[in-house]
Each structure stands twice: as structure tokens, then as C-alpha cells.
């Protein structure tokens, strides 16, 4: 059975910082491109960021600079350490898996909620 759990979500003040996981299962975690999405309450859900299974990197420009993926193979575990957070970025922020080789192979996480309000 597939799992990404998604943790570290919460409510932090403008300019703060968050640290999200995402520990997957069920999968062999290296050979999946992985990524972080986003739903924001009436808007759909869009791409933050990606990190392919030979760890290139990729994100939504409003997000440059402030926010970075990483992948730990060993530990099966998607990260997205969030700087400088807006208002703006206030979502539900979701870990995909996408096999490298198959498009049929996609997984979601239940997603975790960020707020970034004063």
C-alpha cells in the first residue's frame, strides 16, 4: 500500500519559516520524480515545486528564492524548508510521486495545511 504522509504545516506570522515532509511508503521512493503542490481556498491546486529522481530541481516563480526542495532516498522523504512566507502562500500543500517511467504510477499525500497570517 502507498502512502506519502505530509507533516510540518501550521500557522507562522509573515517572514517566518517552515520545514514540510513528506515520508513515503509503499513505493521505491528513488525512482520517483516528486513534487509540492498547492490549493489555496477557491483557487486550484498548482505547482510549488519538483525534484526529479536524479534531484534536478524546479519552482513557480513566486516561490524562487525563498523556498527549496530536497529528497533524502535513504529516509524516503520529500522536504520543502519554506523561507521569507507571505500571506500569499497560505494553502494546502500536497507531496506527489510520479514514477520516472510510467505515467500511470502517480500518488498523492492528504496534503497539510500552511497559514501564514499576522
Known amino acids: 500500500q502507498v502512502q506519502l504522509v505530509e507533516s510540518g504545516g501550521g500557522l507562522v506570522q509573515p517572514g517566518e519559516s517552515l520545514r514540510l515532509s513528506c515520508a513515503a511508503s509503499?513505493?521505491?521512493?528513488?525512482?520517483?520524480?516528486m513534487g509540492w503542490y498547492r490549493q489555496a481556498p477557491g483557487k486550484q491546486r498548482e505547482l510549488v515545486a519538483t525534484?526529479?529522481?536524479?534531484?534536478?530541481?524546479n519552482y513557480v516563480d513566486s516561490v524562487k528564492g525563498r523556498f527549496t526542495i530536497s529528497r533524502d532516498n535513504a529516509k524516503n522523504t520529500l522536504y520543502l524548508q519554506m523561507n521569507s512566507l507571505r500571506p500569499e502562500d497560505t494553502a494546502v500543500y500536497y507531496c506527489?510521486?510520479?514514477?520516472?517511467?510510467?505515467?500511470?504510477?502517480?500518488?498523492w499525500g492528504q496534503g497539510t495545511q500552511v497559514t501564514v497570517s499576522s
Open positions: 506527489n510521486a510520479n514514477h520516472r517511467l510510467s505515467r500511470r504510477l502517480i500518488y
Open positions: 509503499g513505493i521505491i521512493f528513488s525512482a520517483y520524480h
Open positions: 525534484c526529479t529522481s536524479d534531484g534536478t530541481t
